[in-house]
């Protein structure tokens, strides 16, 4: 079993987790016929309408103690925050730019905070970094240059150093279907091979990379967004869905009920079936609380949620990466 392999079947025993989604636009889109970002920038050619002033980032309380409870609750074993989404702003007081929380009125470090509560509760704790960023212009429709490359490295690297060990870094809008700077400009070997210089045993999971893992540590699929694994998949894998109607929190979340737990829990027993790992989302609102109608629901999850016996060796039909790339994973 390569080292590699030893880390994916970790994480695949993990089985059920939670993606957060908390960022510029739970503020931006909170009442909006956008549901997340503005994709038709990246995807129409549009002109930028919706740009983020770091001045409004002022959350009255951002709770992550009350995140880990809720998630711990439903029976999570691991979890995943937007540290920066498509917009491009940072919930960390990065050094790289001033669109970030340290240019805020409140200026918490959500990621510390975030890290430091799930850890406490015994979970996992990776984050998730978005390539695509359309305030520093690092898109598929703009020219990908050496400045943009060291940026992302440098903002990947102060996220893998500052906080201790990040078992998982999950990256977004990446030669993806919905836009960020393809392959060709900006290589998975060379991001790959950058994240696992500073932490040989941190997985690299990329959303968007559904086949194989030409372009990812654990094939991802984005099931909320109509990404389902094949017949013959039996992992390594993790899919993510919601029980909200957008990713982000919307005013009238409070007062809609979300979907059942009993669905939830059906999806999840599905994709154990196939080594296919579980997130189910929490999206606290402008000021970091949550809904008590959707931590309701998850404890209900965690009632409910049976997990399967944990694998011990590599099961038959386990995807495995190209004998040839990466040799130093070996």
Sequence with gaps: MTRLEKNQLDFINLRFGTFIHYNSATVQFRNSEISDWEYGVENFGQKRQFPFDEKLWAPSCPDTDAWAEAAKAAGCRFAALTSKHHEGFCLWPTDTTQHSVKS???????????????????????????????????????????????????????????????PFLIVDGWNAPWGGPSYADFSFESLDTFVKSINPDCLLMNIGCSEGLSGTDIVFYENAAGQEAGDGFYGPGVSCNKLTGTWFHRDGDGKTPPTSAEWAVSKAALYYEHNINFMLNLSPDENGRLDENLVREFERVGRLMKYPPALTAIPEGWEKRDAGAFAAMK
């Design 104 to 166: 805020s009125p409140v200026s918490k470090d959500i990621v510390g905070s975030y890290l430091e509560s799930f850890r406490k509760a015994g979970i996992s704790a990776g984050i998730y970094f978005s390539i695509l960023d359309l305030t520093h212009g690092i898109s598929r429709n703009l020219p990908f240059t050496e400045e943009k490359r060291q940026f992302i490295f440098a903002q990947v690297k102060e996220l893998l150093t500052r906080y201790g060990d990040i």
